[in-house]
């Protein structure tokens, strides 16, 4: 049931995705907790949505800039 309802989620999200260990990666941090990523999204107005083929991925219609800022608010 919960891969049913993370498929539901990802066909409303865009089809690019960002993927938290590379660009954490490029920005020299440590890997925040996905989830503390999808709330600081939120907070910035966007939605986000994990990815189903990987385990570090998340999709949002944010742009790059917004996406690095949850980061390291995260």
């Keep these: 049931m919960k891969l049913i309802s993370l498929a539901i989620n990802e066909a409303k999200a865009p ?3 960002f993927v938290l260990d590379v ?3 490029k920005l020299r941090r440590s890997v ?3 989830e ?3 709330e600081e999204l939120r907070k ?3 939605e986000a949505y994990p990815t189903l083929f990987n385990t ?3 999709k949002t219609r944010a742009d790059i ?3 690095k ?3 390291i608010r995260a």
């Design 15 to 17: 089809p690019t995705y």
């Design 23 to 25: 660009l954490c990666q």
């Design 32 to 34: 925040p907790k996905k």
């Design 36 to 38: 503390k990523v999808f």
């Design 44 to 46: 910035l107005g966007f």
């Design 56 to 58: 570090r991925g998340i």
């Design 65 to 67: 800039h917004y996406v």
């Design 69 to 71: 800022e949850a980061v």
